[in-house]
């Protein structure tokens, strides 16, 4: 099982603030998924990102994945409270569909 | 159409006691996993089944974790002699197909506490 490395694991800022979150390994993708999990919920997709150097936005989150396929990152511009949650990503194994979680970075963004 | 649907959502067991946690998959899928998730980590993969199949268990400890999907009805995930270090969010997802890339709807979890 390959490993991801989620970096920072916890982050506190002040709403305004940006910030990027990382999730790291030192094997290839096919494809990578990011999650947002908040309290007391199961996680949701936000992206996936397939093609290496590919960026995706998302309104105000804007997703990269690696050139070589090995490293993803999440950037939100002007965090709000309502982005406070868990932030996971994963990739899928080819055979089964079953997702191998990073364990995640967990962000609080105060008013 | 309904998301995925687990319960109960909270579930309070005394150590040595059972565990049963209930997953009904969205409707048109027939593909169920069970995650395990500890406080502050991210989620651990336990279980894949089809329809009264098994097809992937290599997530699930040895002992004392069973998980079933039959032909009729949810999928259950079945702890037996509960111990503390049990106590965890248990997520269930299904999807259509076992294809990766496909996308997988999560339930909202069961938390349960082992006291």
């Known amino acids: 099982t390959q490993l991801l490395e989620q970096s920072p694991q916890f982050l506190s800022i002040q709403e305004g603030e940006n910030l990027t979150v990382y999730c790291n390994s030192s094997s290839v993708f096919s494809s990578l998924q990011w999650y947002r999990q908040e309290p007391g919920e199961g996680p949701v997709l936000l992206v996936t990102?397939?093609?290496?150097?590919e960026v995706k936005k998302l309104k105000r989150l804007t997703f990269q994945f690696g050139d070589a396929r090995k490293d993803s990152s999440l950037h939100i511009t002007a965090a709000q409270p309502g982005d406070t949650g868990l932030y996971l990503c994963?990739?899928?194994?080819?055979?089964?569909?079953?997702?191998?979680f990073g364990q995640g970075t967990t962000l609080q963004v105060k008013p | 159409n309904a998301g995925v649907m687990q319960n109960p959502r909270h579930l309070v067991r005394r150590r040595g006691q059972e565990a049963r946690l209930r997953c009904s998959p969205m409707?048109?899928?027939?593909?169920v996993y069970w995650y395990r998730q500890l406080p502050e980590e991210g989620l651990k993969f336990m279980v894949y089944?089809?329809?009264?199949?098994?097809?992937?268990e290599s997530g699930m400890p040895k002992e004392r974790f069973s998980a079933e999907f039959p032909k009729e009805g949810p999928s259950i995930l079945r702890i037996q002699q509960v111990v503390r270090g049990d106590s965890a969010a248990y997520f269930c997802a299904s999807s259509p197909s076992g294809i990766s890339g496909n996308t997988i709807y999560f339930g909202e979890g069961s938390w349960l506490t082992v006291v």
């Open positions: 409707k048109g899928h027939s593909h």
């Open positions: 990102v397939v093609t290496g150097g």
């Open positions: 089944l089809q329809k009264e199949n098994i097809i992937d």
């Open positions: 994963a990739y899928g194994s080819s055979n089964t569909g079953k997702l191998i």
